[in-house]
Nanobody
Framework: QVQLVESGGGLVQAGGSLRLSCAAS????????VDWFRQAPGKEREFVAQ????????YYADSVKGRFAISRDNAKNTVYLQMNSLRPEDTAVYYC?????????WGQGTQVTVSS
């Protein structure tokens, strides 16, 4: 089993920044892709960003492109989501998901609230 723990969420003013972390433990040696998703109350969960583990290639949703950056620290088994120029519509619970050995694993989520 793989355990994912998100951290770094909190309350921030519009225009501010936060860095989310997704720390993985367990049998992570076959990790291929890590994604960030988010879900606001009453809305469907939506894709935010993706990084491939080996090559570090990144993909972003149009809504966050140019504002968010996903990165990885191989030694720490951790993926980060740097969020800049935050907007109230970015308010959501943010989840990381790892594709490991052909299976998807989800973290518990971390709350991000952006005030206007």
């Amino acid at each position: 089993q793989v355990q994912l723990v998100e951290s770094g969420g909190g309350l921030v003013q519009a225009g501010g920044s936060l860095r989310l972390s997704c720390a993985a433990s367990g049998r992570t040696f076959s990790t291929y892709v890590v994604d960030w998703f988010r879900q606001a109350p009453g809305k469907e969960r939506e894709f935010v960003a993706q990084i491939t583990w080996s090559a570090g290639r990144t993909y972003y949703a149009d809504s966050v492109k140019g504002r968010f950056a996903i990165s990885r620290d191989n030694a720490k088994n951790t993926v980060y989501l740097q969020m800049n120029s935050l907007r109230p519509e970015d308010t959501a619970v943010y989840y990381c998901k790892a594709r490991v050995g052909g299976y998807d694993y989800w973290g518990q989520g971390t709350q991000v609230t952006v005030s206007s």
